[in-house]
């Protein structure tokens, strides 16, 4: 934003100043009260009292943070330990979401590369290639994902076919599979900020590392990286939050081994087993630690913008 | 910039990173869309081309859930996107012509609060709140739920769009005696007309597509296509399914080729 205000050199157009208060305020209101007001309620909620055939009583309390980090033993009257439970499950989406980032990565860099150095005519064709397919639906694709990597699916049906295997790798129902899920629903997120940083990279910086005997990964590692790296660290972010609170590759592809944040809350939530409060507080644990993530991440950005500018 | 030889440029390997990343993207598609088409009673085996599944989501035994469904989906998608762009458009004037003012960031952060919010917590979070304010689920929550969430997919089109524009256009109409109104809708709306129907198409998609939050507000018997899906889904993926599947993702994908080839054309030029 810094960046298109010092380009347009005059300052911000002012037609509408006078409105502007209006003009805002469905936006303002729309959201305030059906997004942000919404979100301070589950804050409330998950300090409530759990009714036992789901939602809540108006009760003060402190049951689900405590059960979501202490132990009591089955009558509530033994010394707390650390319950282990949900910080696992917490830590399972946290690692599965890094691994999906990672394997993001590996794959979307190399991508982002090739096309930010295409002819610039034919880039937005190759960018439009690899954002098509995020605009079908998630479930669809996770579906379809799930439908190819059947133990008799086309994948091991073809592998077998060509003689590669004798019998069927069992990838549904693994943690590679939800990784596999996880790439597969967010890698544009990581290829576009990647492919905007490149794109930017002035290629000379790389022909003056060559003239000076630098290898072609040397001056990858050396110089391409460091210099598109506000975009690589944008990629990964917008892959792993998403990975992290995400249902469906974990519930379509994980199966109940492979149990995600996700899948916690919704089942709090489902039928008349849940524990409204609990899922509240997990639910807040969870935006806490996106939020932190987003935070640090504002920050890297503007240091770049600086250092930059 | 200096022309930089391809050679230092280039690396080995990248071109073929690409070309598999593709293939990873495109293939389960392709392969749903083709097994979509399996004349066999199985998903497993192929017995030829017929229709015979696209005739079942029609007339089949589940083909008066998936008709409502559709019917659901359709209207709320249509609804919501008309409303969030709406005020996304407005919402836009007043960030990007609006001057500089005080409240700029914090609207802006607003604005993309359903981007920056995991969806599963927006959608723990207006349960909890139609909960709270004792509105029964149904049609109308995951109506309100839509609009809201659609609008920062509707804003960014539009605001982009409009940040393309010079208000030289608004001056020069007003100049000539045309009423601020006036150049609003004879002269602004016009030149974004581009990125407003981009931000409806995609608020469209985003709104047809949801499946977590409209899983959370929709309450007992009323289901959008993607819930049915999932509860068709979970007890085994059945050919059905992958025709409507391929019914779908055929309606996105020319929806947002149509959305990228209007945001393309440039008429300020």
């Keep these: 934003m810094a960046a298109g205000a010092a380009s347009g050199g005059s300052a911000r157009a002012d037609t509408y100043k006078d409105a502007r208060g209006w003009l805002l305020l469905p936006s303002w209101a729309v959201l305030g009260i059906f997004v942000l007001g919404p979100v301070c309620m589950m804050l409330i909620y998950s300090f409530l009292t759990k009714e036992f055939r789901g939602g809540v009583i108006w009760e003060p309390s402190l049951a689900a943070y405590d059960q979501f980090f202490f132990d009591r033993g089955l009558f509530g009257d033994e010394p707390p330990k650390i319950e282990w439970t949900y910080i696992s499950i917490f830590w399972r989406s946290i690692w599965q979401a890094g691994a999906a980032t990672l394997l993001s990565l590996l794959i979307g860099f190399p991508t982002a590369y090739f096309i930010a150095t295409r002819p610039e005519n034919v880039r937005p064709v190759w960018v439009f290639l690899i954002t098509i397919p995020y605009w079908v639906n998630l479930l669809i694709r996770t579906v379809s994902m799930k439908f190819l990597l059947r133990d008799q699916g086309p994948l091991n049906d073809f592998l077998i076919g060509t003689g590669l295997i004798d019998s069927p790798i069992h990838i549904v129902n693994t943690n590679f599979a939800v990784q596999l899920g996880l790439f597969y629903s967010y890698l544009p997120f990581m290829v576009l900020p990647v492919y905007a940083a490149v794109e930017r990279y002035n290629f000379s910086l790389s022909e003056a590392a060559a003239d000076l005997y630098a290898s072609k990964w040397t001056t990858l590692r050396r110089i391409v990286l460091p210099a598109v790296k506000p975009g690589v660290v944008a990629g990964c972010i917008l892959v792993f939050v998403p990975s992290m609170g995400s249902f469906l590759a974990p519930d379509l592809l994980g199966g109940a081994k492979n149990f995600m944040i996700g899948s916690l809350i919704e089942e709090q939530f489902k039928g008349n087993a849940g524990n409204w409060p609990f899922g509240a507080a997990a639910s807040m644990i969870l935006l806490t630690m996106v939020l932190i993530i987003l935070m640090f991440s504002a920050r890297q950005q503007a240091k770049a913008d600086k250092a930059g500018g | ?269």
Aim: one cysteine or more; proline letters at 4%.
């Design chain 2, 1 to 269: 910039m200096a022309h930089v030889n391809d050679n230092i440029k280039a690396y080995k390997g990248f071109r073929s990173i690409t070309l598999l990343c593709l293939v990873v993207l495109y293939a389960p598609l392709v392969i749903v869309t083709i097994y979509s088409f399996n004349a066999s009673q199985s998903i497993t085996n192929w017995e030829g081309i017929s229709l015979r599944w696209y005739a079942d989501v029609f007339t089949g035994p589940e083909s008066e859930k998936f008709k409502v469904a559709a019917f659901n989906s359709f209207t709320i998608a249509i609804i919501a996107a008309t409303a969030s762009t709406a005020i996304a458009t407005l919402a836009a004037t007043a960030m990007v012509r609006g001057g500089n003012f005080k409240l700029r960031t914090v609207s802006f952060g607003l604005i993309s609060l359903p981007l920056m919010v995991p969806e599963i917590v927006t959608a723990v979070a207006t349960l909890i709140f139609f909960n709270a304010i004792g509105f029964t689920r149904g049609y109308m929550t995951i109506l309100v739920a839509h609009i809201a969430f659609c609008i920062p997919f509707a804003y960014l089109p539009i605001s982009a769009r409009m940040q393309g524009i010079e208000d030289s256009f608004e001056q020069a109409a007003m100049d000539l005696y045309a009423t601020r109104r006036q150049a609003f809708t004879r002269i602004l709306m016009p030149l974004m007309a581009p990125g407003i129907i981009s931000g409806f198409l995609l608020a469209f998609i985003v709104s047809l597509d949801d499946f977590i939050i409209t899983n959370f507000v929709k309450g007992a018997g009323v289901e959008t296509l993607p819930t049915a899906i999932f509860g068709s889904v979970k007890q085994g993926i059945k050919p059905n399914i992958m025709a409507i599947s391929t019914m779908l993702l055929s309606i996105s994908i020319v929806m947002v080729t149509i959305s990228y080839f209007v945001s393309k054309s440039d008429n300020t030029k």
